[in-house]
């Protein structure tokens, strides 16, 4: 199936309580899918249409902060719109799961694949210090294990949790185990899973108040700190990547998502020419595996990063290996998905000359 | 001797249970206090104290859940109306509203009230419309009269510069989603013995799966408006209620 398709499949399987959600191409199929399959009849699941992407964000604030698994889908021009509701989120600390199918910008752009959304992604994205999980699915495979992933992190860290796809992941078809069918949690696991949730006050607790406000400077700093180091425990625990031969390597590609799939036979073009590449895939693009990439730097003769975007990851690459070696940038942009070969020739004009 | 009457048996008026003690940042005067003391009766009439959820505003309700002890979101500016939508869609047998101002519902989240409205959700919306941005220091809002004056209009509105006061009440009752859309207010007791029934009337539709509820209380903001407290209440009378006529704009409960 599609990658888009597997999304909605895995929402409902993982035991999802809501989808809220507005059409916009390249994602439109995961709104769509669900209302086919019409998981409001087997499972419960909500899936509401809304008005606008704002809105979409601001009903899984709602739904998740009243302790429910609820998802939106979106693409670059939606989820630019729903930046304010991530903030709220992060704020209030509300757990919910926002999915980017990206497409080319900036603006209205086009609907073609593209991952300029790193940045937006991995830089929190709206107003505040703050930052949002971020996983980056490469194959259809991902896109269906990284839904319910994407909950467990945002519901153990009280913290929104983003998949960051683009159209060529979303519009690909690729064979895909589907997660087995998890029951949704009942009330009284909700209760004991989200004491913090806002499903009416009982008399054995005070009021539960889900607000991103504060007008205190001295309380307000003291919340920030505490948001700081959740997101340092986030970072200390929740670093995932994939290294596929880079101990041999003389020169590792950096990419993630579809551009890391094209990578993949980047790497085999290059061996094949006798040319010991490897390639490194962040699969959390925050926290970013900066150790990780500095350990498999060591001794390489320089880095190669390709993502499909002017130059975005390139600088958290840079910063992990802090000039130890050459770090160059390639990449296509306005919805054009680069060729392996052009990887390759890349490698060879700027790290082998 | 005074002592001796302050008996359970003499009691005649008493707070709610769910209004806490907390000091309210509202200025003297304003209606809101009257109008969150309404909306924790009901509650507590309805015997949902333990099953209700609230919606704050941006705006001078922000900090409404300082003030009721009950479980409570606070919304992003407009956007009560979406948040409460969800609330309600996951927990269904739960009271569910939102309390906003005119320039939360009517201005910034003009969008998401007439969805939420027109979707027919089981919820109830608490406007207060007193014309002006308390919060902000007194701006324009969407409800300014025509002639009134404002830190964005000083002049008095003028509708070839700034629009026509915008009645969201009115366009609401059209909807098809909304079952009852009331205007009320609370300047004296018989308003507010109105004000009450009426939200009382909302709350049950919404938890008989009726639609959508709107009740809209013409306020007064004095240190807004740079009236006493009494003579807000005499322009409010004077002016607002010309424009804001009071009563039931949609009841389909009755029928």
New interface residues.
């Given amino acids: 199936m599609k990658g888009n398709e597997a999304i909605a499949n895995a929402a409902i399987r993982c035991g999802a309580?809501?989808f809220?959600g507005y059409p916009i191409t390249p994602q439109s199929e995961i709104i769509e899918t669900l209302a086919l399959l019409k998981p409001w009849e087997t499972t419960g699941m909500?899936v509401?249409q809304?008005?606008?992407e704002?809105?979409?964000i601001?009903?899984?604030?709602?739904?998740a902060?009243?302790g429910?698994r609820?998802l939106t889908t979106s693409s670059s021009p939606g989820i630019a719109l729903m930046q304010?509701?991530i903030s709220?989120m992060a704020g209030?600390e509300i757990p919910g799961v926002i999915v980017n199918v990206q497409r080319g910008g900036p603006g209205l752009g086009t609907i073609q694949p593209s991952q300029s959304d790193y940045f937006q992604a991995t830089r929190g994205g709206g107003n505040g210090d703050y930052n949002v999980i971020v996983l980056a699915p490469n194959s259809v495979q991902e896109m269906a294990d990284f839904v319910d992933l994407a909950f467990e992190l945002a519901f153990k860290y009280r913290n929104p949790a983003m998949i960051l796809s683009d159209g060529v992941i979303g519009q690909m078809m690729e064979k895909v185990v589907l997660p087995p069918f998890k029951p949704r949690r009942t009330e009284e696991e909700v209760r004991k899973e989200c004491p913090w949730a806002?499903?009416?006050?009982?008399?054995d607790r005070?009021?539960?108040?889900?607000?991103?406000?504060e007008l205190k400077p001295e309380v307000m700093e003291l919340r920030n700190i505490h948001l700081q180091e959740k997101y340092q425990t986030i970072r200390d625990n929740e670093v995932r990547y994939e290294a596929q031969q880079c101990d041999d390597a003389d020169y590792i590609i950096v990419s993630f998502g579809s551009a890391a799939r094209i990578g993949e036979k980047a790497v085999e073009l290059a061996r094949a020419e006798g040319i010991k590449v490897g390639l490194f895939r962040p699969i959390t693009l925050w926290p970013f595996p900066s150790k990780e990439i500095a350990a498999a730097a060591k001794g390489k003769k320089g880095i190669l990063v390709s993502e499909i975007n002017a130059g975005q990851m390139i600088q958290d690459v840079k910063l992990a290996v802090n000039g130890a070696l050459p770090v160059e940038h390639f990449g296509r942009l306005g919805g054009i998905v680069p060729d392996p070969e052009e990887i390759v020739n890349v490698l060879k004009d700027k790290l082998m000359r | 001797m005074a002592n001796d009457i302050i008996a359970p048996e003499n009691l005649v008026y008493k707070k709610p249970e769910l209004m806490n003690d907390t000091p309210m940042h509202y200025c003297p005067g304003c209606s809101h206090g009257v109008v969150h003391k309404l909306v924790a009766e009901v509650i507590e009439e309805m015997g949902m104290?333990?099953?209700?959820?609230g919606?704050?505003p941006v705006g001078c309700a922000?900090f409404a859940?300082r003030y009721l002890?009950?479980?409570?979101?606070?919304?992003?500016h407009g956007?009560a109306p979406?948040?409460?939508?969800?609330?309600k869609?996951?927990?269904p047998d739960?009271l569910v509203f939102t309390y906003q101002g005119d320039g939360d519902l009517a201005c910034i989240g003009a969008?998401?009230t007439i969805?939420a409205l027109n979707r027919g959700e089981n919820l109830t919306m608490i406007f207060i419309n007193n014309a002006i941005y308390g919060m902000t220091g007194g701006q324009m809002a969407p409800t300014t009269l025509i002639g009134q004056k404002t830190a964005t209009c000083p002049y008095g509105r003028d509708p070839k510069i700034h629009g026509y006061p915008l009645n969201i009440t009115e366009l609401a009752s059209h909807l098809e989603g909304t079952c009852y859309v009331t205007r009320q207010s609370v300047e004296n007791v018989g308003a507010i013995r109105k004000a009450k029934a009426a939200i009382k009337k909302a709350f049950t539709a919404s938890m008989e799966g009726k639609g959508s509820s709107l009740v809209e209380i013409v306020s007064t903001c004095n240190s807004g408006w740079k009236l006493s407290p009494v003579k807000a209440n005499q322009w409010m009378e004077e002016h607002m209620f010309e424009k804001y006529v009071k009563g039931d704009l949609k009841n389909t409960l009755d029928e």
């Fill in positions: 309580d809501a809220f909500v509401v809304a008005e606008s704002v809105s979409s601001n009903m899984v604030y709602g739904g902060g009243a429910k609820v304010e509701g709220y209030a806002t499903m009416g006050r009982t008399k005070e009021p539960n108040i889900l607000t991103s406000l | 104290s333990e099953k209700v959820v919606v704050c922000v859940y002890d009950i479980d409570w979101q606070e919304a992003a956007r979406a948040v409460a939508t969800a609330i869609r996951l927990w739960r969008c998401e969805h």
